[in-house]
């Protein structure tokens, strides 16, 4: 499943317009502390985290991350997404939390 597939059956909001839409996604991980994610997820993984402070990207360019989800609408600075854009890194948002976001991503992807 491609980011934009899965951007239009969830109605993720897209703050960083069409970044990586039509990448495949390999996996998907939940954590806020970095270097769990650094230590634990794969490449070409989407990652579902509150944290919303610029070095969230370079983890996400560390580790070849498609796309970072916030959940519960919570807001970025218009600076995070604007280096999210030029570092070819998704930011999504949804109003769901982590925890039900984490589990229709699952079974979405299990689906194909």
Sequence with gaps: MTLGE??????????TGDVNLDKEIKSGYVSDLLSDVIA???????WITIQRHVNILGVAKLKEIIAI??????????EVIE????EKIA???DFRSAFEISGLIYNALKRG
Excluded: Y
Aim: proline share 3%; glycine share 2%.
């Design 6 to 15: 899965l951007v239009i059956l969830l109605g993720f909001e897209t703050l």
């Design 40 to 46: 634990n997820i794969e490449e070409n993984s989407i």
């Design 69 to 78: 989800i916030i959940p519960r609408k919570l807001e970025l600075e218009q």
């Design 83 to 86: 280096k999210a854009k030029s």
């Design 91 to 93: 930011i999504l948002r």
